[in-house]
């Protein structure tokens, strides 16, 4: 072989390795890299497509699981579609699994535990929603949807929403999916104590990091992150409630905007002539209101 030939394949070879040290470097220092090659690695979209329906992506244990799935699809897909206003921009993903491990680290978080997350465009549900949540199933499924439909329309790069709106979305486009175990009620009464959730930018996929006003007393026969989390997505599920009701055309303006990848405080202002905190204050008061109304008779 030619010196200039070998020569150029051991420069190829050694920067190729170099490249290939580096990434990995990167990965060991940066955790959050070593999760995303993870998930893609695992990506539900290079599962089995179930039979009856090609949208469900399963692992072939997850057979009975993915079944169900397909049953509930239909409606969950129609339920959104309603409450976003328009068909989704192109027909969902679901990723259905049966063992937590690959679920794991298919969710580009690494934790197993998490009943479902929207990833990359795709809904993944954990084994549990066919097993000890199976209740839930139906609820969440539509949930994801709606960080699905949300998604679907966005540019890619598009500053993201803040995380109380989508999820607050999520919940009340599902009618609550997300939020089992917290009720309206309880959710408002704990608004009215000073328990409120703070509409800010934090990434609310750290529940540890969840902020309210005041902490929200904790009940020891409960998980204390999923109570916070629930309680959060209750109240920020009826603030978007109650902002779609307040003007269902701003509302639809607003989600118009956001899918077009419009930054979100100057999308909302547009639409609603003010910012959410305002509006939050408003919410608060509102509630307030009604429940001073309803104890005097």
């Known amino acids: 072989m030619p010196r200039t030939v070998t020569r150029a394949l051991g420069i190829g070879l050694g920067f190729g390795l170099a490249c290939a040290a580096a990434l990995a470097i990167a990965m060991m220092l940066r955790p959050e890299l070593r999760l995303t090659a993870r998930a893609a690695w695992n990506d539900p979209r290079l599962l089995a497509a179930f039979a009856d329906d090609a949208r469900i992506r399963y692992e072939p244990e997850a057979r009975t699981c993915a079944a169900e799935t397909a049953a509930l699809l239909p409606a969950a ?8 206003g328009r068909p989704f921009a192109q ?18 978080m690494g934790d197993p535990g998490i009943a479902a997350v ?31 439909h949300l998604s679907g329309w966005r540019p890619l790069g598009a500053p993201r929403p803040p995380q109380w709106f989508t999820e607050g979305l999520a919940v009340m486009a599902s009618n609550g999916g997300g939020a089992e175990g917290v009720s309206i009620e309880d959710a408002a009464q704990a608004i009215r104590d000073g328990y409120r959730v703070v ?3 934090r990434r609310w996929i750290d529940f540890a990091a969840l902020g309210f006003e005041r902490e ?4 020891p026969t ?9 309680l959060a997505y209750r109240q920020a599920g009826m603030f978007v409630g109650w902002l779609r009701m307040r003007d269902e055309t701003a509302f639809m303006h607003l989600l118009r905007a956001l899918e077009a990848g419009e930054p979100f405080e100057g999308a909302f202002r ?10 939050w204050r408003r919410f608060v008061s509102d509630l307030s209101q009604r429940s001073r109304r309803g104890a005097g008779g």
Do not use: M, W
């Open 77 to 84: 897909i129609a339920q959104i579609e309603a409450a976003h």
């Open 91 to 108: 027909p969902p993903t679901v990723g259905v699994y049966r063992s937590y491990e690959t679920y794991g680290s298919a969710n580009g």
């Open 118 to 148: 929207t990833r990359a465009g795709v809904a993944l549900l954990s084994p549990t929603l066919c097993g000890e949540e199976r209740d839930r199933l139906e609820g969440v499924l539509t949930h994801e949807l709606s960080h699905v």
């Open 199 to 201: 509409l800010d930018e």
């Open 216 to 219: 929200p007393p904790r009940d």
């Open 222 to 230: 409960k998980d204390a992150l999923t109570q916070r989390q629930r």
């Open 270 to 279: 547009s639409a609603f002539g003010e910012g959410a905190p305002s509006l």
